[in-house]
């Protein structure tokens, strides 16, 4: 590579080093601290915050729900409610976690926050568009849980016509909130795809990118083309259930199986959408805590690109039994197949990583390590489920609740906790205490295995999802699932306690604590308003751990002076 | 050597006006926008993102396109039957107004770049007159078809006549899709309209051209997509 | 498959001819799982002790991935689940095809019931009589929502989808009783829409063909036990049943089928969908004309009531065609026994 | 210039030869010429209109990817409904698609 004025800086020169900063910096957070501040900032990490308070409470709401449904299968008939709010709970229950939770949880907090800084940018591309997406998904929230509390759901969350035609329960303006938080999606991703094009910082070639961008990056191009159908499906059910027009209502000659075509074009990849920045969070901790050059840099950026688009042809896979064509349920299945290889590529390529490191085993490589069990079994039942012939069986039991609960829960909020605490210091400026971070994990991980795994058994033994009568002999297992359900609620409380305790009480936290390549490291703790107090030179790529640590800075920093016009 | 051509080629121009030189850009000033350097900058990305919006709102009609082509499967007979039935003079003539209005907004475009304001100007506000023209058609045929019995839903007098399998179906999505159609125009309509006056009384300097262009962009998205509605409707 | 490894896997008996390989695969692809899980979470935890950080700050090699040996791992991995698949979808193609000599019985579900009516005219309720070893072909369709047949012990599961009609088809080769479920959602009383196969011996089959009072099997037909219900729910201290009298609500004769004007001016259609959706949720659609004072039935009416009302209040219609109307056979099918037993 | 009159011209000629050919009986063909022709003059708006011939590699891969995803979309789709066998039996009598006879008003 060659170096010149208006080019990358490689030479090994080494930079002045920026004057020490003073005793107190202003940081993103002291930088106004009026609610108004933080209400009406474009500022990405503010907007992360805000995004990350609202989408913790969601996931608490969800939660308490999730402990009342596993509440009522204590016994085999009714226990804590009646089958009517049954059906309510668990249609909210998924409604909540899936558009409002897992959705936005990693790229509209984590992805908001470090997506720029990891190109250098001072901002997203359209910071107003970006505040103007969470008040979107703020106002969608509030009309689904306005239709919640008025008349209730009970369609579950995939609005399946013609139950949701016919349902009594507020179906139109549940179905237009999901319409609504759709497009706050649509936004988001609209905008981390237009920053990584125009945004990254001089020199910074896309291959240099972090690769939790490239998850990121992948994620919002399924955002973008994905979301765009829920939302016309959500419109044609609202109609359908409020004027009756019968789009897909078989006594008119509507299809009720088309929906099912349209709302699986978007929630098939939506999955992707909750577990591509999972994988994001997984490929920047490895690299840091085991000090190594990701085995194959590129196997992980493209294999998250190959998930994106084999994501958009693996639909069917949800229809085997819903009386599709033989023709389209062979190709769904071998469709299916491609990503579970992509998943794979990734799954090889960080445990390779890890091989000839310098481990150190913290808080977020724990939960990485429980994310890549958990993920690796989850996805393997979603190559079985995917092998035609044995989803008429496990199709709608808890079989498949137990699989996509091992990759939402297992490996989407697994991986969200890794993120949690990995950017703890870098997000708060203090740090948390390793050692009840460990024991959380351990807690996390055992609660999660005994409320998932069981499910698993009770799908082969013929048990269907939403089920508020089961048979008595299912008993034992379902009494299990829901002592591991308390145990992860017990967890998931103790998480909140003393990350609690830390944001207040915590030592305050190195601008590197984990001494990472990653260029969202080399900027303060917590970072300024503009993101770098000078513009950044990222010399080195954002995984050289073939110098120490010295090096690698005297590469990093830059002397403090206006940038550069492109 | 690969990063330097990469860069070479992001930030050097080509002859287009849509990218102007990289001197001119220092010419037109700083950004106006925060996270960005200058206002060249800033255009390449509103233009990047009102094309990444242009890719979602195809997908939005992607589903009636898929929904059009499997029921078009299901009820051959019915398809074709509610497609003879339907305005097809008028539905064409649309179709005709809209491949105006977007030679319109696309010479206007041409134009203001060479620093015809006025005529721009007027150019953008024939295309806002043939979307009103649009609607008004759009509108008529609305009228005959509530005149003749046919309701979304299946519903009306006509229905009594016609029971073939799948014309409720095509009569619903039409007014469906059509009618999200015709939002769109709307919209179309009020960006251009909000540009157009600022071309008009000067506001917008040629620097800002990106503007006039994103509006344009759009409302020849809007048209791409009638383009597909109307065979699918009127013609076959 | 082994019987203890049936037991292991939890799975209920394999009662249908399809059951044993279909369970020899999920045993398969289940140890594969098992197996490269724990394999991952063996290497990740051996790597944490062998290359645990001794010292901090030190440098580690650079290891580049060999293209030829990603590529490779890619590959075999393509292979390996382009195999499942290839099984699968064998698999999934003979219970997708019903043999030549299958005999058919009609399935109607609605909310929340199963009817079955064989070839010879006669039905019955939640009860599906078959004679083992022979093959049954299910030709299923549903008068309200989308319902799904399932039956764990055979191994098959298929949606039941108003409007049309979808195939199952199954060969039954141990005798019992085996649980018939719905496993797609469809309302309050989803996980109490139940029936059962009964798996005779053919020498007990062609006893049961042969009992004369085997159409009611003992029980009352669906519309005499809608009455009952409708009498000993007090429904008919509000609704009338026959024409002219008007009462606190809506009078059910003529209505099934009709079109009814709500409050506000909307109209909707009587269908199943909607006497179901009166009873759960009244308030849902308040007739036109009417006070909403009925309270909800749902938890009151098991899911059996519910259908047999729903049935009753069909019945009260402007009577068309009387007579048990089995959906016609199209002429591929005539040409068959056309499944008469 | 030029090349957007040009252009201009090409769309109301493609538009004349589809709407004449729709009076031509062409049998299940008339659809499939109608969309190709419709395709052309997608194309022109596309690569003329909208100037993504000379837009940034960024803004072609957003519109092409979007092509991509629509063409997925429609075909798989259209391939369930295409390859399905055909049903065994008619579905039993569907409800009536029209409100009472006389009444012209709409049900909603």
Same mark, same amino acid.
């Given at each position: 590579?060659?170096?010149?004025?208006?080019?990358?800086?490689?030479?090994?020169?080494?930079?002045?080093?920026?004057?020490?900063?003073?005793?107190?910096?202003?940081?993103?957070?002291?930088?106004?601290?009026?609610?108004?501040?933080?209400?009406?900032?474009?500022?990405?990490?503010?907007? +992360?915050?805000?995004?990350?308070?609202?989408?913790?409470?969601?996931?608490?709401?969800?939660?308490?729900?999730?402990?009342?449904?596993?509440?009522? !299968?204590?016994?085999?008939?009714?226990?804590?409610?009646?089958?009517?709010?049954?059906?309510?709970?668990?249609?909210? !229950?998924?409604?909540?976690?899936?558009?409002?939770?897992?959705?936005?949880?990693?790229?509209?907090?984590?992805?908001?926050?470090?997506?720029?800084?990891?190109?250098?940018?001072?901002?997203?591309?359209?910071?107003?568009?970006?505040?103007?997406?969470?008040?979107?998904?703020?106002?969608?929230?509030?009309?689904?849980?306005?239709?919640?509390?008025?008349?209730?759901?009970?369609?579950?969350?995939?609005?399946?016509?013609?139950?949701?035609?016919?349902?009594?329960?507020?179906?139109?303006?549940?179905?237009?909130?999901?319409?609504?938080?759709?497009?706050?999606?649509?936004?988001? =991703?609209?905008?981390?795809?237009?920053?990584?094009?125009?945004?990254?910082?001089?020199?910074?070639?896309?291959?240099?990118?972090?690769?939790?961008?490239?998850?990121?990056?992948?994620?919002?191009?399924?955002?973008?083309?994905?979301?765009?159908?829920?939302?016309?499906?959500?419109?044609?059910?609202?109609?359908?259930?409020?004027?009756?027009?019968?789009?897909?209502?078989?006594?008119?000659?509507?299809?009720?199986?088309?929906?099912?075509?349209?709302?699986?074009?978007?929630?098939?990849?939506?999955?992707?959408? @909750?577990?591509?920045?999972?994988?994001?969070?997984?490929?920047?901790?490895?690299?840091?805590?085991?000090?190594?050059?990701?085995?194959?840099?590129?196997?992980?950026?493209?294999?998250?690109?190959?998930?994106?688009?084999?994501?958009?042809?693996?639909?069917? !896979?949800? @229809?085997?039994?819903?009386?599709?064509?033989?023709?389209?349920?062979?190709?769904?299945?071998?469709?299916?197949?491609?990503?579970?290889?992509?998943?794979?590529?990734?799954?090889?390529?960080?445990? $390779?990583?890890?091989?000839?490191?310098?481990?150190?085993?913290?808080?977020?490589?724990?939960?990485?390590?429980?994310?890549?069990?958990?993920?690796?079994?989850?996805?393997?039942?979603?190559?079985?489920?995917?092998?035609?012939?044995?989803?008429?069986?496990?199709?709608?039991?808890?079989?498949?609740?137990?699989?996509?609960?091992?990759?939402?829960?297992?490996?989407?909020?697994?991986?969200?906790?890794?993120?949690?605490?990995?950017?703890?210091?870098?997000?708060?400026?203090?740090?948390?205490?390793?050692?009840?971070?460990?024991?959380?994990?351990?807690?996390?991980?055992?609660?999660?295995?005994?409320?998932?795994?069981?499910?698993?058994?009770?799908?082969?033994?013929?048990?269907?999802?939403?089920?508020?009568?089961?048979?008595?002999?299912?008993?034992?297992?379902?009494?299990?699932?829901?002592?591991?359900?308390?145990?992860?609620? $017990?967890?998931?409380?103790?998480?909140?306690?003393?990350?609690?305790?830390?944001?207040?009480?915590?030592?305050?936290?190195?601008?590197?604590?984990?001494?990472?390549?990653?260029?969202?490291?080399?900027?303060?703790?917590?970072?300024?308003?503009?993101?770098?107090?000078?513009?950044?030179?990222?010399?080195?790529?954002?995984?050289?751990?073939?110098?120490?640590?010295?090096?690698?800075?005297?590469?990093?920093?830059?002397?403090?002076?206006?940038?550069?016009?492109? | 050597?690969?990063?330097?051509?990469?860069?070479?080629?992001?930030?050097?121009?080509?002859?287009?006006?849509? *990218?102007?030189?990289?001197?001119?850009?220092?010419?037109?000033?700083?950004?106006?926008?925060?996270?960005?350097?200058?206002?060249?900058?800033?255009?390449?990305?509103?233009?990047?993102?009102?094309?990444?919006?242009?890719?979602?709102?195809?997908?939005?009609?992607?589903?009636?396109?898929?929904?059009?082509?499997?029921?078009?499967?299901?009820?051959?007979?019915?398809?074709?039957?509610?497609?003879?039935?339907?305005?097809?003079?008028?539905?064409?003539?649309?179709?005709?107004?809209?491949?105006?209005?977007?030679?319109?907004?696309?010479?206007?475009?041409?134009?203001?770049?060479?620093?015809?304001?006025?005529?721009?100007?007027?150019?953008?506000?024939?295309?806002?007159?043939?979307?009103?023209?649009?609607?008004?058609?759009?509108?008529?045929?609305?009228?005959?078809?509530?005149?003749?019995?046919?309701?979304?839903?299946?519903?009306?007098?006509?229905?009594?006549?016609?029971?073939?399998?799948?014309? +409720?179906?095509?009569?619903?999505?039409?007014?469906?899709?059509?009618?999200?159609?015709?939002?769109?125009?709307?919209?179309?309509?009020?960006?251009?309209?909000?540009?157009?006056?600022?071309?008009?009384?000067?506001?917008?300097?040629?620097?800002?051209?990106?503007?006039?262009?994103?509006?344009?962009?759009?409302? *020849?998205?809007?048209?791409?997509?009638?383009?597909?509605?109307?065979?699918?409707?009127?013609?076959? | 498959?082994?019987?203890?490894?049936?037991?292991?896997?939890?799975?209920?008996?394999?009662?249908?001819?399809?059951?044993?390989?279909?369970?020899?695969?999920?045993?398969?692809?289940?140890?594969?799982?098992?197996?490269?899980?724990?394999?991952?979470?063996?290497?990740?935890?051996?790597?944490?002790?062998?290359?645990?950080?001794?010292?901090?700050?030190?440098?580690?090699?650079?290891?580049?991935?060999?293209?030829?040996?990603?590529?490779?791992?890619?590959?075999?991995?393509?292979?390996?689940?382009?195999?499942?698949?290839?099984?699968?979808?064998?698999?999934?193609?003979?219970?997708?095809?019903?043999?030549?000599?299958?005999?058919?019985?009609?399935?109607?579900?609605?909310?929340?019931?199963?009817?079955?009516?064989?070839?010879?005219?006669?039905?019955?309720?939640?009860?599906?009589?078959?004679?083992? =070893?022979?093959?049954?072909?299910?030709?299923?369709?549903?008068?309200?929502?989308?319902?799904?047949?399932?039956?764990?012990?055979?191994?098959?599961?298929?949606?039941?989808?108003?409007?049309?009609?979808?195939?199952?088809?199954?060969?039954?080769?141990?005798?019992?009783?085996?649980?018939?479920?719905?496993?797609?959602?469809?309302?309050?009383?989803?996980?109490?829409?139940?029936?059962?196969?009964?798996?005779?011996?053919?020498?007990?089959?062609?006893?049961?063909?042969?009992?004369?009072?085997?159409?009611?099997?003992?029980?009352?037909?669906?519309?005499?036990?809608?009455?009952?219900?409708?009498?000993?729910?007090?429904?008919?201290?509000?609704?009338?049943?026959?024409?002219?009298?008007?009462?606190?609500?809506?009078?059910?004769?003529?209505?099934?089928?009709?079109?009814?004007?709500?409050?506000? =001016?909307?109209?909707?259609?009587?269908?199943?969908?909607?006497?179901?959706?009166?009873?759960?949720?009244?308030?849902?659609?308040?007739?036109?004309?009417?006070?909403?004072?009925?309270?909800?039935?749902?938890?009151?009416?098991?899911?059996?009531?519910?259908?047999?009302?729903?049935?009753?209040?069909?019945?009260?219609?402007?009577?068309?065609?009387?007579?048990?109307?089995?959906?016609?056979?199209?002429?591929?099918?005539?040409?068959?026994?056309?499944?008469?037993? | 210039?030029?090349?957007?009159?040009?252009?201009?011209?090409?769309?109301?000629?493609?538009?004349?030869?589809?709407?004449?050919?729709?009076?031509?009986?062409?049998?299940?063909?008339?659809?499939?010429?109608?969309?190709?022709?419709?395709?052309?003059?997608?194309?022109?708006?596309?690569?003329?209109?909208?100037?993504?011939?000379?837009?940034?590699?960024?803004?072609?891969?957003?519109?092409?990817?979007?092509?991509?995803?629509?063409?997925?979309?429609?075909?798989?789709?259209?391939?369930?409904? +295409?390859?399905?066998?055909?049903?065994?039996?008619?579905?039993?009598?569907?409800?009536?698609?029209?409100?009472?006879?006389?009444?012209?008003?709409?049900?909603?």
């Amino acid at each position: 590579m060659t170096a010149t004025a208006t080019d990358l800086d490689v030479t090994a020169a080494p930079v002045p080093t920026a004057a020490p900063t003073s005793a107190k910096p202003s940081s993103y957070l002291t930088d106004g601290t009026t609610v108004r501040s933080w209400l009406l900032t474009t500022d990405h990490k503010r907007i +992360a915050l805000l995004y990350f308070v609202s989408v913790s409470f969601f996931l608490f709401l969800g939660g308490i729900l999730a402990l009342a449904l596993r509440l009522e !299968h204590l016994t085999p008939g009714p226990t804590i409610m009646s089958a009517y709010t049954y059906n309510r709970v668990f249609t909210l !229950h998924g409604v909540i976690m899936v558009f409002l939770f897992l959705i936005p949880s990693i790229p509209a907090t984590f992805g908001n926050f470090l997506l720029p800084i990891m190109i250098g940018a001072k901002d997203l591309a359209f910071p107003r568009i970006n505040l103007l997406s969470w008040y979107i998904y703020l106002a969608g929230a509030a009309l689904l849980i306005w239709a919640m509390i008025n008349g209730g759901l009970d369609t579950g969350w995939t609005f399946y016509t013609p139950y949701s035609a016919h349902s009594p329960s507020a179906v139109v303006p549940a179905v237009l909130g999901v319409f609504i938080v759709g497009w706050s999606s649509i936004l988001t =991703g609209l905008n981390f795809i237009v920053s990584v094009h125009t945004l990254r910082a001089r020199g910074l070639r896309l291959m240099k990118m972090p690769l939790f961008v490239w998850a990121i990056y992948s994620t919002s191009i399924i955002q973008v083309l994905a979301t765009p159908v829920l939302g016309l499906s959500m419109v044609l059910v609202a109609i359908d259930a409020g004027l009756g027009w019968g789009i897909f209502d078989p006594s008119r000659g509507g299809d009720p199986v088309l929906f099912q075509h349209l709302f699986w074009f978007y929630s098939h990849p939506a999955v992707y959408i @909750m577990i591509l920045p999972a994988m994001g969070v997984v490929s920047e901790v490895i690299p840091t805590f085991a000090r190594k050059v990701p085995y194959s840099y590129e196997a992980i950026a493209y294999s998250a690109l190959g998930i994106a688009f084999t994501g958009f042809l693996t639909w069917g !896979h949800h @229809m085997f039994t819903a009386g599709i064509s033989a023709v389209d349920a062979g190709a769904f299945g071998i469709l299916s197949m491609m990503v579970a290889v992509f998943s794979a590529i990734k799954v090889f390529t960080w445990v $390779a990583t890890l091989y000839k490191g310098s481990i150190s085993l913290t808080t977020p490589l724990a939960y990485v390590f429980v994310f890549l069990f958990l993920f690796v079994f989850g996805g393997m039942t979603g190559v079985a489920v995917a092998s035609t012939s044995l989803d008429l069986h496990w199709h709608d039991t808890y079989f498949v609740v137990a699989h996509f609960h091992f990759i939402m829960v297992g490996g989407a909020l697994t991986a969200f906790l890794a993120g949690l605490h990995y950017w703890f210091p870098k997000v708060t400026g203090r740090m948390y205490g390793e050692r009840l971070g460990l024991v959380a994990c351990v807690l996390v991980f055992a609660g999660f295995f005994v409320t998932f795994f069981p499910q698993f058994l009770l799908g082969n033994a013929g048990m269907p999802r939403r089920y508020y009568y089961y048979s008595p002999e299912h008993q034992p297992l379902h009494v299990i699932s829901t002592i591991g359900a308390l145990g992860l609620g $017990a967890a998931l409380l103790l998480i909140l306690g003393y990350l609690g305790w830390a944001l207040v009480y915590g030592e305050k936290a190195p601008d590197n604590p984990w001494g990472s390549r990653s260029y969202e490291w080399l900027t303060r703790s917590p970072p300024p308003t503009h993101n770098f107090d000078a513009t950044p030179r990222f010399a080195l790529g954002p995984y050289d751990y073939t110098r120490p640590d010295e090096d690698a800075h005297a590469h990093a920093e830059a002397p403090a002076q206006g940038h550069d016009h492109v | 050597m690969h990063t330097q051509r990469r860069r070479l080629k992001d930030t050097t121009m080509s002859e287009h006006p849509v *990218h102007r030189s990289a001197a001119d850009a220092v010419a037109i000033g700083p950004a106006t926008s925060e996270p960005f350097d200058t206002l060249l900058h800033q255009a390449h990305a509103a233009r990047l993102g009102m094309w990444v919006f242009l890719a979602s709102e195809l997908l939005l009609f992607g589903g009636f396109f898929a929904l059009l082509t499997a029921y078009r499967f299901e009820h051959a007979d019915g398809f074709r039957e509610a497609v003879h039935a339907n305005t097809k003079v008028l539905g064409s003539m649309n179709t005709l107004v809209l491949l105006t209005s977007s030679t319109c907004v696309a010479v206007a475009v041409h134009v203001f770049r060479e620093g015809r304001r006025r005529l721009a100007g007027a150019l953008v506000f024939t295309t806002v007159a043939l979307g009103a023209v649009f609607l008004t058609l759009k509108m008529t045929e609305y009228g005959l078809h509530f005149h003749e019995g046919i309701f979304p839903g299946g519903h009306g007098e006509w229905f009594l006549h016609h029971d073939t399998p799948g014309l +409720a179906t095509f009569w619903t999505i039409y007014f469906v899709a059509t009618g999200l159609h015709a939002m769109h125009v709307t919209v179309g309509m009020i960006f251009l309209g909000i540009v157009g006056r600022s071309v008009l009384n000067g506001r917008l300097p040629r620097a800002h051209a990106h503007r006039l262009e994103l509006a344009a962009v759009y409302w *020849h998205l809007v048209d791409v997509v009638w383009i597909f509605l109307w065979p699918l409707f009127y013609l076959a | 498959m082994p019987a203890w490894l049936v037991k292991l896997l939890f799975l209920p008996v394999e009662a249908s001819s399809i059951a044993a390989e279909v369970d020899a695969l999920h045993a398969t692809i289940i140890t594969v799982t098992m197996v490269s899980s724990l394999a991952v979470f063996a290497a990740t935890g051996w790597m944490v002790l062998r290359f645990r950080r001794r010292a901090p700050n030190v440098t580690t090699p650079h290891i580049v991935a060999k293209r030829s040996h990603e590529a490779g791992i890619a590959l075999a991995l393509l292979f390996l689940f382009c195999a499942f698949w290839v099984v699968g979808f064998r698999q999934y193609l003979t219970i997708e095809q019903p043999p030549d000599d299958a005999r058919t019985v009609f399935v109607t579900a609605r909310q929340w019931m199963w009817k079955f009516s064989y070839a010879d005219g006669r039905s019955a309720e939640d009860v599906l009589v078959v004679p083992r =070893g022979a093959a049954i072909k299910l030709a299923m369709t549903s008068r309200d929502v989308i319902h799904a047949f399932y039956v764990p012990a055979f191994r098959i599961k298929q949606d039941v989808v108003p409007g049309r009609y979808t195939t199952a088809w199954f060969r039954a080769e141990k005798a019992g009783t085996y649980p018939i479920l719905c496993a797609e959602y469809c309302g309050t009383d989803h996980s109490a829409m139940r029936g059962e196969v009964r798996v005779l011996e053919p020498v007990d089959y062609a006893r049961w063909l042969d009992d004369p009072s085997r159409d009611r099997s003992g029980e009352q037909d669906l519309v005499s036990r809608g009455r009952d219900v409708a009498v000993r729910r007090a429904c008919v201290t509000c609704h009338s049943v026959g024409a002219g009298t008007t009462t606190t609500g809506p009078s059910w004769a003529g209505l099934y089928d009709s079109y009814v004007e709500l409050r506000g =001016g909307t109209r909707v259609l009587a269908d199943e969908a909607y006497l179901t959706r009166s009873m759960m949720d009244p308030n849902a659609d308040i007739v036109s004309g009417y006070q909403p004072v009925m309270p909800t039935y749902a938890g009151t009416l098991d899911a059996s009531e519910t259908a047999a009302l729903v049935e009753y209040i069909e019945s009260l219609r402007e009577p068309r065609d009387p007579g048990v109307a089995l959906p016609k056979v199209r002429a591929v099918e005539t040409s068959s026994d056309g499944g008469t037993p | 210039m030029r090349r957007l009159l040009l252009t201009a011209a090409a769309l109301v000629a493609l538009w004349g030869a589809s709407f004449g050919l729709s009076y031509v009986e062409l049998g299940r063909a008339s659809l499939a010429v109608a969309l190709i022709i419709a395709a052309f003059k997608a194309v022109l708006v596309v690569l003329v209109f909208m100037e993504l011939l000379h837009e940034k590699t960024s803004v072609k891969l957003a519109a092409g990817s979007a092509l991509l995803t629509v063409t997925i979309f429609v075909t798989l789709v259209a391939a369930d409904v +295409a390859t399905r066998a055909p049903a065994p039996l008619d579905p039993p009598e569907p409800h009536p698609t029209h409100v009472s006879p006389g009444t012209g008003a709409p049900g909603w």
